[in-house]
């Protein structure tokens, strides 16, 4: 009985040996394959990044506009100031278009109330005999208002050399969007006048690049598919019509 309790024991223990190495190896083998089947998927960052973005841009919308504080103010990072902005923008344009309000007599009817009442004030303080107030000194600093005209010069500077690229006759492609972007400004300045059409570019500053980094991956992806339509409907237009346009003997001289 002995000997046989002996020898069934290391049987046994051979028995579940088996089954618990079956086991680790089951689980070994599907911890495996699901880790091999999460490297497959695709992390969000890659999908991210394969999403086309448009005009080429790699950066964040925040850093597009400059990444400081008009970019906070165009995408609202401060409600308070943005709505303050274009509060006052608001206001600006009902005065001077629905109001029909001038700005040489803005200036001055609120310089007139100002004056007024500082004089006032000022002389009023003799009878109550309290201390005059303090009017404040205001001047503009050199350096902000040369730094503005530094970037104002860059700008214009830059899109004289970008007319003058086009006007070279180097890019046909380029040469046609700008055209039928002057063309669609030519015909929306004609329904309004230029302190309307400011207004209108002001607000679509505050809300479509808000709207576009909320809602940026379907957007880019409908660019996207715009864009790949516009490419066709280019090649049959140039296929059909600015290919058969004669070029000059410049164009096809070669370089030597």
């Known amino acids: 009985m002995t000997e046989h309790g002996e020898d069934s024991g290391p049987a046994g223990e051979s028995v579940m040996e088996k089954i618990t190495e079956k086991f680790h190896g089951h689980d070994s083998s599907s911890s495996s394959s699901s880790s091999d089947s999460d490297n497959d998927k695709p992390s969000p960052s890659s999908m991210k990044s394969k999403i086309y973005r448009p005009f080429g841009r790699e950066k964040p919308v925040h850093k597009v506009f400059g990444g400081g504080k008009p970019a906070d103010v165009f995408l609202w990072r401060n409600k308070k100031i943005s709505a303050g902005v274009l509060g006052g923008a608001t206001a600006i344009w009902v005065l001077f278009e629905l109001l029909e309000y001038h700005m040489l007599t803005l200036v001055c009817h609120c310089l007139i109330l100002s004056l007024a009442i500082l004089f006032l004030w000022s002389n009023a303080t003799t009878f109550i005999h309290k201390s005059?107030?303090?009017?404040?000194?205001?001047?503009?600093?050199?350096?902000?208002?040369?730094?503005?005209?530094?970037?104002?010069?860059?700008?214009?500077?830059?899109?004289?050399?970008?007319?003058?690229?086009?006007?070279?006759?180097?890019?046909?492609?380029?040469?046609?969007?700008?055209?039928?972007?002057?063309?669609?400004?030519?015909?929306?300045?004609?329904?309004?006048?230029?302190?309307?059409?400011?207004?209108?570019?002001?607000?679509?500053?505050?809300?479509?690049?808000?709207?576009?980094?909320?809602?940026?991956?379907?957007?880019?992806?409908?660019?996207?598919?715009?864009?790949?339509?516009?490419?066709?409907?280019?090649a049959v237009f140039d296929a059909k019509v600015l290919s058969k346009i004669p070029r000059g003997p410049l164009k096809n001289k070669k370089k030597v």
């Not at 669609?184 to 679509?204: A, D, M, R």
């Open 132 to 234: 005059p107030p303090r009017i404040p000194e205001v001047h503009l600093p050199e350096k902000s208002v040369l730094q503005i005209a530094d970037a104002l010069r860059i700008e214009i500077n830059r899109a004289f050399a970008f007319l003058r690229d086009i006007a070279t006759g180097r890019d046909l492609k380029k040469f046609l969007a700008v055209i039928a972007g002057l063309w669609v400004l030519s015909i929306v300045g004609s329904w309004c006048n230029f302190l309307t059409l400011f207004y209108i570019s002001f607000v679509l500053l505050h809300t479509v690049p808000v709207l576009y980094e909320k809602y940026e991956d379907q957007v880019d992806l409908f660019v996207e598919k715009a864009m790949i339509e516009i490419k066709k409907q280019y």
